[in-house]
C-alpha cells in the first residue's frame, strides 16, 4: 500500500503540468508593411537628367513606344482649410485567413520649393467599404483630429514627362515629397478597406497627393483612387493626358500601413 501512495502522488502533479503539451506563451506576431504602390521612377529622368545626390524622381509617365503622349497629372489635391475640403481615398485589402493588426498609416504630399517640412496637420480615417458608397462605415479615425506624428523627406521630387510629349518638360528639383505618418490603431479582419486623409501647410499652401508610377505605363488595371472634390462630390480620380486624349486614364495614390498579423 506504501508503495501505491507513493505511485499516485508521483502521477498526480505530472498530470497536472500543461506545460508538456501546450506553449507558455502565443506565437509572435508578424511585423509587416503594406506598400500601395511606388513614387520613385529612378535617379535619372527619361531626358536623362540626373536628380539631386541621394534623390529620386517621381515622372509623368508614357506608354512604352508612344512617345506622343503622356500622364499630365503631378499630384491630387488633399488639402482643406476655410475654402477646400478635398479629400483623396485608396482602397487595400486584407487577406483570407488575417487579422491586421494596424499601428501606423502613411501618406505622401508635396506642395512646392523648401526644404523643411511645410506640413502641420494630419486627419486619416479608414473605412470598411468605399467612402463614396451607402453602407460603408467608418472604423477609425475622423476628419477633425490632427494626427501628424511625424513628416519625412521621401527623398523624391515630382516632376513632369521630361521626354514626352517632345520636346518634353525639363526636370526640377522643386516639389520634394514628404512622408507623413500617423499613429492608427484598428484591427481589421479580412475585407476591402479604404484610407481616406487630409493634409494642411502651415503656409496655407495647396497639398497635392502624387499619383503611383509605374515605368512605361500610364495606368494598371484596378486602380481606382477617388477623391472628395470642390463640388463635394466623389469622383474618380483620372488622368486625361497631355496632350489631352480620350480616354482618360484611371490612377491609383501611394500610401503604407504598418501592422502585425
Known amino acids: 500500500m506504501k508503495k501505491i501512495g507513493l505511485y499516485l502522488l508521483f502521477l498526480i502533479p505530472a498530470a497536472c503540468n500543461k506545460s508538456a503539451n501546450e506553449p507558455s506563451n502565443p506565437p509572435a506576431l508578424t511585423d509587416a508593411v503594406y506598400k500601395n504602390g511606388i513614387l520613385s521612377t529612378g535617379n535619372v529622368s527619361n531626358s536623362g537628367v540626373t536628380a539631386p545626390a541621394g534623390y529620386n524622381w517621381s515622372e509623368s509617365q508614357n506608354d512604352a513606344g508612344n512617345t506622343a503622349l503622356s500622364n499630365q497629372?503631378?499630384?491630387?489635391?488633399?488639402?482643406?482649410?476655410?475654402?477646400?475640403?478635398?479629400?483623396?481615398?485608396?482602397?487595400?485589402?486584407?487577406?483570407?485567413?488575417?487579422?491586421?493588426?494596424?499601428?501606423?498609416?502613411?501618406?505622401?504630399?508635396?506642395?512646392?520649393?523648401?526644404?523643411?517640412?511645410?506640413?502641420?496637420?494630419?486627419?486619416?480615417?479608414?473605412?470598411?467599404?468605399?467612402?463614396?458608397?451607402?453602407?460603408?462605415?467608418?472604423?477609425?479615425?475622423?476628419?477633425?483630429?490632427?494626427?501628424?506624428?511625424?513628416?519625412?523627406?521621401?527623398?523624391?521630387?515630382?516632376?513632369?514627362?521630361?521626354?514626352?510629349?517632345?520636346?518634353?518638360?525639363i526636370p526640377t528639383a522643386t516639389r520634394p515629397i514628404w512622408k507623413l505618418s500617423a499613429n492608427i490603431t484598428a484591427t481589421l479582419q479580412p475585407g476591402n478597406y479604404w484610407v481616406v486623409w487630409q493634409a494642411h501647410a502651415s503656409s496655407g499652401a495647396y497639398g497635392f497627393s502624387p499619383t503611383v508610377k509605374v515605368k512605361g505605363s500610364r495606368g494598371q488595371p484596378g486602380w481606382n483612387a477617388i477623391v472628395y472634390n470642390s463640388s463635394n462630390i466623389w469622383q474618380a480620380v483620372f488622368d486625361s493626358g497631355s496632350p489631352f486624349t480620350p480616354p482618360i486614364i484611371p490612377q491609383d495614390l501611394a500610401f503604407e500601413i504598418e501592422y502585425k498579423y
Open 73 to 169: 497629372n503631378l499630384g491630387i489635391a488633399c488639402h482643406y482649410d476655410a475654402f477646400s475640403n478635398y479629400k483623396p481615398a485608396d482602397d487595400f485589402t486584407v487577406p483570407p485567413g488575417q487579422t491586421w493588426n494596424v499601428s501606423k498609416i502613411s501618406v505622401y504630399v508635396f506642395v512646392g520649393p523648401g526644404t523643411s517640412n511645410p506640413f502641420d496637420e494630419l486627419r486619416i480615417q479608414l473605412w470598411k467599404g468605399n467612402p463614396s458608397v451607402a453602407g460603408s462605415t467608418v472604423i477609425a479615425g475622423d476628419l477633425t483630429t490632427n494626427v501628424l506624428s511625424s513628416a519625412i523627406d521621401s527623398m523624391t521630387y515630382a516632376i513632369q514627362n521630361s521626354a514626352v510629349p517632345a520636346p518634353g518638360v
